[in-house]
């Protein structure tokens, strides 16, 4: 089995019981697959879109209208999580709310329009929740 960051499955799994969710990325699809194949994070996902799924990627809005059309949700019913500048700046142009999850890769990106920060996987749930409530 591949390792996965830190929380992560436990905290989709009680994500898995009030929210749906999907992935948008930038990885192409072969790419991904490769990443995921002896992952467990696409069982708790409704359908993920690769770079091959839409024509403009992050930090354009369209990887994250597209996915709002799987959804067949609005803007405001939807929070993204993000790990990047580019993903962050996606989101706010497709007008979701988005929440950035630290890393040691993105700590010098400029995140400060976040609609909230966590520190750990762990800390989806309790910030979701503060969003919605």
Known sequence: MTEEIE??????????????????TTSK???????????F???YMEFHLTVEDYERAKPH???????????GATAAE????????????SAIAAGIDCI?????????HDLSKATAKVATFREL?????????
């Open 7 to 24: 929380g992560v499955l436990q905290t989709l799994a009680e994500l898995a019981d009030t929210y749906r969710m999907g992935i948008v």
């Open 29 to 39: 699809r072969t790419d991904f697959a490769l990443i995921h194949e002896k992952r």
């Open 41 to 43: 994070i696409l069982d």
């Open 61 to 71: 809005p369209e990887p994250y209208l597209r996915g709002l059309q799987r959804f």
């Open 78 to 89: 939807t929070v993204v999580i993000e790990d990047s500048a580019r993903g962050l700046k």
């Open 100 to 108: 950035v999850v630290a890393n040691e890769f993105t700590a010098a």
């Open 125 to 133: 749930p309790s910030a979701i929740k503060g969003l919605t409530s």
